[in-house]
């Protein structure tokens, strides 16, 4: 393999080693996207049950529930 050949080998491996680094790096964004999205979703779930606790903790002082 002469120099030149060498070279394009090279440069052809550091492109295919950086697209691999970048595919992770997405992979990992997109995992911890994911991961936010979930840890949202279960707070909201929580905070809508105190809610509905209090809403009914009311009702239950007034009531109305009877």
Excluded: C, L, R
Aim: charged fraction near 25%.
């Amino acid at each position: 393999m002469d120099n030149s050949n060498n070279m394009s080998y090279q440069a052809g491996e550091a492109k295919g080693q950086a697209q691999e680094k970048g595919n992770e790096m997405m992979e990992k964004a997109s995992n911890a996207a994911q991961s936010a999205k979930e840890s949202m979703q279960e707070a909201g779930q929580q905070a809508q049950a105190k809610a509905q606790g209090a809403v009914d903790a009311v009702k239950n002082a007034t009531g109305i529930n009877k």
